[in-house]
């Protein structure tokens, strides 16, 4: 459960990241980490255009440039961008200023992409890769961005999961006010072929309604 639902411990580690909504709303809030890639990003949009559904794309800035077309079809749907490093580092494995400078550089590719300034919230959204900061990145970064951390994983990325096993996260975990973390990678996308419809399907039969941040 420590994996799929971070525990108290976890998040006391960034009092000012956000890992909850309101607990007393009956909504959640999708989210998909590392895109966008063609191998996965149009199945994502096609299916959440399918159900009316707006997510949370955090975005690599690498992959904004080498798939601009993406981005803006993300971004022309609706749905909201977050900032998920350039390279998608790893905080510890990288000097404080390499990262700072990683993540500004992922902003800029994002700005350099959207239709207009208003296409993201201020402060921007960040997610750390692997959901951990350096407490010095974390320390700069909050000064300046939106954490956005997450209620439930989905582990869609594990080889050890099916679909039907990521689905069951969802139904096991999900709360009021969840934040919902899929990926739109290659690890993840078949079995999202699977669980992200049964996910959505399920989460709209149970009364939650799909916000952003």
Do not use: C
């Not at 980490?33 to 997510?55: H, M, N, R, W």
């Not at 949370?56 to 079809?73: A, I, M, R, S, W």
Request: aromatic share 14%; charged share 20%; glycine share 6%.
């Amino acid at each position: 459960m420590i994996i799929e639902q971070p525990a108290k411990w976890l998040r006391w580690l960034y009092p000012k990241a956000t890992w909850r909504m309101d607990p007393t709303q009956r909504t959640v809030y999708l989210t998909f980490d590392d895109g966008p890639i063609p191998e996965s990003t149009p199945f994502l949009l096609e299916t959440l255009e399918k159900y009316g559904v707006k997510a949370t794309f955090f975005v690599v800035g690498e992959n904004v440039e080498k798939y601009p077309e993406l981005f803006e079809q993300i971004v022309g749907q609706g749905h909201q961008i977050g900032n998920h490093t350039h390279h998608h580092l790893g905080s510890f494995k990288h000097w404080t200023a390499t990262y700072l400078i990683d993540t500004y550089e992922a902003q800029q590719t994002i700005l350099r992409h959207l239709p207009t300034p208003q296409s993201t919230p201020q402060p921007p959204l960040f997610r750390p890769p692997h959901g951990w900061l350096r407490p010095s990145i974390y320390y700069w970064l909050s000064k300046r961005y939106h954490i956005v951390m997450w209620d439930v994983v989905t582990r869609d990325y594990s080889r050890l999961l099916t679909g039907d096993d990521v689905f069951n996260n969802v139904r096991r975990y999900a709360r009021n006010g969840s934040i919902i973390t899929f990926h739109d990678s290659l690890k993840s996308i078949d079995k999202l072929h699977t669980a992200l419809p049964q996910s959505i399907e399920w989460l709209q039969k149970e009364g939650y309604e799909f916000k952003t941040f």
